[in-house]
Every structure is written in structure tokens, then in C-alpha cells.
């Protein structure tokens, strides 16, 4: 993981002010398939934390209560969570726009089977942007392609790319 506050520190960053929420943005939890080296929660296969499900249980209870539009979905890998489909359906049934933050390569990952097309039939929005997944081990040495993944895929070339994370 990098070193990051160095470089924030020396860019001049903007005031910012608060206005009417409308977008609740949730972490699942750190464990991801990959292991990219910008991984600004240092998410990986090994990490073990995961949202409890007393608190994932008041996620739609929050988005109820305070009438909120969004869903925004993060993690780590957020699809790993075992909760992630129940949630999703909950916040669609309730109207609530979904967002996942996909780092596409979890849609091959053994007991991944039928994510896209839970996805696609529960109209959930992708944001995806897998920074180092399209770098080959000899450019990037510690993300890689997933074995099943095509080479062909279309991988943004966003080097600041952060997909659950
Ligand atoms: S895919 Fe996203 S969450 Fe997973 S390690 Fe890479 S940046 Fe972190």
C-alpha cells in the first residue's frame, strides 16, 4: 500500500459544504479478490473484516428512514459479502437506486456464478474502474489478471482506478 498523505498534503484542496443527503455509501467489508497495490484500504483475499449483520440489517432501515435515493455499494470486493444479494434486494424493492462498485474480475471467482445476471435483472449501476487489473505481472508485479478473465476485456487504463475500494 501507498504512502498516500505525503501527496495530499501538498495539494490545495477545496472548501466544502454540506448539503441535503441523498446518498448512503456502505463498506462491506475489506476482503477483495485482488490485491492491488493502490488499494487505499489495502483490501485483499486475506482480509477478514466484514460488516456485521446486525448493522448490514439496518441499511435498509436508514435508507427507509431517511428517505434516501442511493445505494452505494464499496469495499473491498462488496459482492463478497454473503449479505450482498439480500441487501441489494432489499434497497431495490424499497425503489432505491443501487450502486456497486465492481472491480469486474469477481464475476469469475468461483461461487461468483450468476452475478452479472442478478445485477443486470435487479438494475444495479456498475462503477467500475480496476486500476491495476489491466496491468500485466510484469508492469504491475502484485495485481494480475484473474486466470478465467479474458484478455480481451475491456479494463480501463485509469491508473487511479479504485474499484470496491
Ligand atoms: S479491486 Fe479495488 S478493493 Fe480490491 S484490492 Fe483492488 S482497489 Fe482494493
Known amino acids: 500500500m501507498h504512502d498516500t498523505l505525503p501527496l495530499l498534503t501538498k495539494t490545495p484542496f477545496p472548501a466544502i459544504r454540506r448539503t441535503r443527503l441523498d446518498t448512503l455509501q456502505v463498506n462491506l467489508g475489506y476482503k477483495c479478490n485482488q490485491s492491488c497495490v493502490h488499494c487505499h484500504v489495502n483490501a485483499s483475499p486475506n482480509r477478514t473484516e466484514m460488516m456485521d449483520p446486525d448493522?448490514?440489517?439496518?441499511?435498509?432501515?436508514v435508507l427507509a428512514a431517511r428517505g434516501l435515493g442511493t445505494l452505494d455499494l464499496t469495499g473491498g470486493a462488496p459482492e463478497l459479502h454473503p449479505g450482498f444479494r439480500d441487501l441489494v434486494r432489499a434497497a431495490r424493492a424499497q425503489g432505491v437506486r443501487v450502486i456497486d462498485r465492481c472491480n469486474l474480475s469477481i464475476l469469475f471467482e468461483p461461487g461468483q456464478e450468476g452475478l452479472a445476471?442478478?445485477?443486470?435483472?435487479?438494475r444495479v449501476e456498475i462503477v467500475a474502474a480496476s486500476g491495476s487489473a489491466q496491468l500485466t505481472p510484469a508492469r504491475s508485479g502484485r495485481s494480475r489478471r484473474h486466470p478465467r478473465q479474458p484478455a480481451s476485456a475491456a479494463w480501463s487504463p485509469d491508473p487511479d482506478g479504485e474499484s470496491g475500494g
Open 55 to 61: 448493522t448490514l440489517a439496518l441499511i435498509p432501515r
Open 117 to 122: 445476471e442478478f445485477l443486470a435483472g435487479q
